[in-house]
């Protein structure tokens, strides 16, 4: 049994998926403050660097618990994206997306004790498609609140792969947690069975 720090239901989804038994615990942290701390840090360490934190700040409340905390973030263009303040900026996002390529960073941290004992990111490549005014309407329309918690402004499991016209990475990546690499580090750690 893990402890999986993250309200996320797509990440909660993955690991009932597995078969991996999990308690969701969400991490209190302040996202942005340690964002701003990193300053031009690439996306990558961005991403490994919140998803350490949370599993450190969950385990250090749990100490003999095995924490999971993931993260994701997407840049396009030279622009780092967070998830969407309200509808208009899920409009602008799109906007902004509409025939360009997504990177979509995702991470995954474990830790004990308020130790990390492993980390790593995996990076997918997302080609949008290019989006009139109409189509983000309709899209919001339908998609809008459950998209507010996305950082990307979109779910590939549903009404979200429409955007697409091209997907490079891992499926689980996109979701928001690189899960298969999750399972080789619990396998390791005794966790899974191998």
């Given at each position: 049994m893990i402890?999986?720090?993250?309200k996320s239901a797509s990440r909660r989804a993955m690991l009932e998926a597995a078969d991996?038994?999990?308690t969701a615990q969400p991490a209190d942290i302040d996202e942005r403050a340690l964002e701003a701390s990193l300053g031009g840090a690439p996306a990558p360490e961005i991403a490994l660097a919140l998803a350490r934190e949370k599993a450190l700040a969950v385990s250090q409340a749990n100490p003999g618990?095995?924490?999971l905390g993931s993260d994701s973030l997407v840049v396009c263009g030279d622009m780092r994206f967070d998830k969407p303040a309200d509808r208009e900026?899920?409009?602008?996002?799109?906007r902004f997306f509409s025939g360009k390529v997504m990177h979509l960073h995702s991470a995954a941290a474990l830790a004990r004790g308020g130790e990390v004992l492993w980390s790593e990111a995996a990076e997918a490549r997302l080609h949008v498609a290019p989006l009139s005014e109409?189509?983000?309407e309709?899209?919001?329309?339908?998609?809008w609140p459950e998209v507010a918690g996305c950082v990307g402004v979109f779910r590939i499991e549903g009404r979200g792969?429409?955007?697409?016209?091209?997907i490079a990475g891992d499926y689980f990546t996109i979701l928001g947690m690189p899960l298969l690499k999750v399972q080789a580090a619990l396998r390791r750690m005794g966790?899974?069975?191998?």
């Open positions: 402890l999986l720090a993250s991996i038994a999990f618990e095995l924490v900026a899920a409009a602008a996002h799109l109409a189509f983000i309709t899209y919001l329309a339908a998609e792969v429409q955007i697409f016209e091209e966790v899974l069975e191998r």
